[in-house]
């Protein structure tokens, strides 16, 4: 995909295929890691939120990236897996009755989430079913199906009725626990949250180089021909939704540490427009697309909300009767998204990670940069 | 029976609606082969649109009749232009792309005109004051028909029959259905694409906004009627994607289910059951025909 550093070649498929190709690659993660690790010291409060939110996206999408840009199926329900992961985890913390020593050793939570990956993954097989059968629009039209089946219907109607809590659940502090510490802080979600987007990118991107990887792509480029090459088409789409649900309700079990309570709200047909809009700004069958997508939409919101709360709290004192620019920031926020999709896919369909690879070029292939255009 | 007669009635008459809605839908995509997601939202522009002028007619002393149809032929020139501008501005430039882009480009629509319309009319519901269909019902061989559901079945059935014989008898409409057989004779043979996928837009945009217009009579205008208007996915897969006749049926077919369930299942389901069941039955019957009733299969080549 991206070229070496001029001078670099390699004798074989392995050192080709490696994670750290080049000191300098393994130097940049490092560096990396430390950064990342450093940032709630750094920057103030509400940025941690922003940091953890960005997190909880990319593991959110990484589903999405792994069933539209490798394996080519098209899913606008995302957001269904995430609220089951989510149900099944607080569920589990809630009313299983965990032995004493489990409990005290922190390890209820980090089972639940294994479980809610398991369980999201079978009810989006369930879903993928059709995919044998049906693809493009109609593959689109089953996924939907899933999301107003599973949020609207199942969940909020009955679900959410288990226990007589009337509308949501909510975690009492000191549930949610790993191991010894007891994720009761921002920071403390946040150092959570990269444990998990840490685990979950490495599994899916040594999924995507192995043989796995290479059946979902030659499905995705297409599938009758790898049908006829010998892929076993239905076995390998299936496996793509488990692998998408099983991201999708570690995201959903990861989200509920972050709100202290889970409700039908979070997992509205929205967001799974907005994980699919965010892999398309990042790039299409691109892990760092997904991270670059995430950054975007969550930044843009950001300094959206921002701007416009700054904004009318300036202008509200000469205009009172401009208040409702407040009320109605949500839709600002909505329009805002809606906009930024369609200019990414008119004008820069390849996505940012298309971009930063141009960049990345420039600066590797520097002063010599003519020579990596066609070859 | 009596409550089969009566829920068999406003199923249709309600499904007529869901028919016109879906025969915009199947319009842009025969004729530019767009996938189009923001039909939900259309149908709510319209149908603020619509109560916007209706109240200002009224406001301005029109007897209640004379506002609506004026309000609602206000409906259809606005209708026509949104169509117009929004194909020129987002759609043209996505011909040729792959589908997931055309139907992400929608998917961005819906989100852009779900906000404009809620920071425009805000998101309250609000309803046709002062009612324009009498509220009391019609009852014909002991089945109580509300005249609002009556009058929309009238309204939806003729929009439809003018749009049928404009497809086969005007020269426009003949040149739609050339484009949607076959693009590339069709443009061999002088007809304009580009106007096309304008006209196609704008008849959909005409299409939703007096269904949204009038779902908005039935139940009030709030974000549910776009909920009613995303219903013309499972209406137009019935129905086969590229089938006028496809999407009349199905809409009719996908409205007396949709009552007939919330009638009898929701006894045993409590809650939207309604809302659901035309999105399970879509799920089953796409397992046993993927390509609808009278839909175009696809052979595909390696």
Redesign the interface.
């Given at each position: 995909m991206s070229y070496l550093p001029s001078g670099i070649y390699h004798q074989s498929y392995e050192a080709e295929q490696t994670w750290w190709r080049t000191p300098f690659i393994k130097g940049k993660m490092i560096f990396m890691v430390v950064a990342l690790l450093a940032l709630p010291h750094v920057v103030g409060a509400q940025w941690v939120s922003v940091a953890y939110t960005i997190n909880y996206y990319i593991l959110a999408a990484l589903g999405v990236q792994l069933l539209?840009g490798y394996c080519g199926q098209?899913t606008?329900g995302h957001a269904a897996f995430v609220a089951v992961g989510a149900y099944c985890s607080a569920m589990m913390v809630l009313f299983v009755p965990w032995p004493k020593f489990l409990v005290d050793a922190g390890l209820a939570y980090p089972i639940s989430v294994i479980c809610a990956g398991i369980v999201a993954g079978l009810w989006s097989v369930l879903?993928g079913?059709?995919s044998a059968?049906?693809k493009?629009?109609?593959l689109?039209?089953?996924t939907?199906?899933a999301q107003?089946?599973t949020v609207?219907?199942v969940i909020?109607?009955?679900v959410s009725r288990i226990g007589g809590r009337g509308h949501y659940f909510s975690l009492p502090p000191g549930t949610i626990k790993v191991g010894p510490w007891e994720i009761d802080s921002d920071t403390k979600v946040y150092y959570l949250s990269l444990v998990l987007v840490a685990l979950c990118l490495l599994a899916m991107g040594n999924m995507v180089r192995s043989k796995v990887g290479r059946a979902w792509v030659a499905i995705r480029d297409?599938d009758?021909?790898a049908e006829?090459i010998g892929v076993n088409i239905i076995w390998y789409k299936l496996l793509a939704f488990f692998v998408a649900g099983f991201f999708a309700g570690i995201a959903g079990a990861f989200y509920i540490s972050a709100l202290s309570f889970v409700s039908p709200e979070h997992y509205e047909w929205?967001y799974s427009?907005l994980w699919?809009?965010i892999i398309?700004i990042g790039g299409?069958g691109s892990i760092q697309g997904l991270v670059f997508g995430s950054v975007f939409v969550v930044m843009v919101f950001k300094l959206l909300e921002m701007g416009v709360l700054g904004l009318s709290g300036s202008l509200m004192e000469t205009y009172p009767q401009l208040g409702w620019m407040t009320t109605?920031f949500i839709?600002?926020?909505?329009?805002?998204?809606?906009?930024?999709?369609?200019f990414f896919?008119?004008y820069e369909?390849n996505g940012l990670a298309y971009r930063y690879w141009q960049v990345k070029n420039y600066f590797n292939l520097w002063p010599f940069s003519y020579m990596g255009k066609g070859a | 029976m009596e409550m089969f007669l009566q829920l068999f009635t406003t199923g249709v008459m309600l499904g007529s609606i869901y028919a016109l809605v879906a025969l915009g839908w199947v319009l842009i995509y025969k004729c530019s082969g767009v996938l189009n997601l923001a039909m939900g939202e259309l149908t709510l522009i319209g149908g603020y649109v619509c109560l916007s002028l209706y109240q200002s007619f009224v406001g301005h002393g029109l007897p209640v009749h004379y506002a609506f149809i004026l309000a609602l032929i206000g409906t259809i020139i606005t209708g026509l232009l949104l169509g117009l501008v929004t194909e020129r501005l987002f759609l043209r430039k996505m011909i040729g792309e792959p589908i997931l882009a055309v139907i992400m480009v929608t998917v961005g629509l819906s989100f852009f005109f779900k906000g404009m319309v809620f920071i425009v009319w805000d998101t309250d519901t609000q309803v046709f004051l002062p009612t324009v269909f009498p509220i009391d019902p019609i009852v014909v061989w002991g089945v109580a028909v509300g005249q609002v559901y009556l009058w929309s079945f009238v309204a939806a059935i003729s929009l439809m029959i003018i749009f049928v014989s404009f497809f086969k008898y005007t020269r426009w409409g003949l040149s739609m259905q050339a484009c949607a057989d076959d693009e590339m004779a069709a443009l061999s043979l002088g007809v304009s694409a580009k106007f096309v996928y304008a006209l196609a837009w704008g008849i959909a945009f005409m299409a939703a906004g007096v269904g949204g217009t009038l779902l908005g009579n039935i139940n009030g205008l709030n974000y549910s009627v776009s909920m009613l208007g995303l219903l013309v996915l499972p209406v137009v897969v019935f129905g086969g994607l590229n089938s006028i006749p496809g999407a009349i049926v199905g809409g009719i077919t996908i409205g007396l289910l949709q009552n007939l369930s919330g009638g009898y299942l929701d006894q045993y389901f409590p809650g939207g059951i309604k809302e659901v069941a035309p999105f399970v039955f879509m799920v089953i019957f796409l397992l046993f025909k993927p390509f609808g009733l009278w839909g175009w299969e696809r052979i595909e080549r390696v």
């Open positions: 539209i098209i606008l879903f079913l059709p059968r049906v493009g629009f109609y689109i039209m089953t939907m199906a107003w089946i609207p219907f909020t109607q009955y297409n009758i021909a006829a929205f427009l699919v809009g398309l299409v109605k839709f600002f926020k909505e329009s805002a998204f809606g906009l930024s999709v369609i896919l008119i369909p | -």
